[in-house]
């Protein structure tokens, strides 16, 4: 495991878009301040993960548990016109594929497991339910996924093996 855990600006930055699509700049001022940060990361630099955690516990403190999981969903299909891309080039197996090595190219710790089928996954995402709002974020990426590749399903929260990871059961039709 890495001295210490990073992620990626961009990580954090779509929780940020989606702060100031919600309570505007002065969100993203207050997020970025109860952080101890000045400025939002770029997108390609590292970044240490309490940070971006931070943001998601000022959004659960200040606005509400509810608007984790929407910030983790519009993380996850703000991608501009990149998501119509996408959507237009990858249905949900393909995706279901390749996340794992998408999420080590934006965290350095952890992984993002998958045991999947025709119809469904159970995806576990290891090491990062520290602090508690993560598992709420990373429901609603999974939502995003469903929604950027159409397909129709549903997201269930499942009790983690290790008590540190997040896991859900995807089901696709």
């Keep these: 495991m890495p001295d210490k855990k990073m992620v990626k600006g ?6 940020l878009r989606f702060v100031k699509r919600k309570w505007g ?6 997020a970025l301040k109860y ?3 000045d400025v939002n990361p770029k997108d390609g630099e590292w ?3 309490e940070a971006t955690t931070g943001v998601l516990e000022w959004i659960k403190e200040n606005k ?3 608007y984790v999981e929407y910030a983790g969903r519009y993380a996850s299909t703000d991608l501009g016109v990149f998501t119509q891309m996408i959507a237009a080039f990858i249905n949900i197996e393909k995706f279901m594929k390749r996340a794992s090595a998408t999420y080590k190219t ?3 710790y952890g992984e993002f497991l998958i045991d999947s089928n025709e119809h469904g996954a159970v995806v576990t995402i290891k090491d990062a339910k ?3 709002p993560s598992c709420l ?12 590749t159409h397909t129709k399903g549903t997201i269930e929260p499942l009790e983690p093996e290790d008590p540190k990871d997040c896991r859900f059961l995807m089901t696709w039709k």
Excluded: D, Q, S, T
Aim: proline fraction near 5%; hydrophobic fraction near 50%.
């Design 10 to 15: 961009a990580v954090m930055n779509g929780y």
């Design 25 to 30: 700049i002065e969100g993203v001022k207050e």
């Design 35 to 37: 952080v101890g940060m």
């Design 47 to 49: 970044i240490p993960a």
């Design 64 to 66: 509400g548990e509810e």
């Design 106 to 108: 934006l965290f350095n």
């Design 130 to 132: 520290e602090p508690e």
């Design 137 to 148: 974020a990373w429901k609603g990426a999974l939502e995003g996924i469903l929604i950027i």
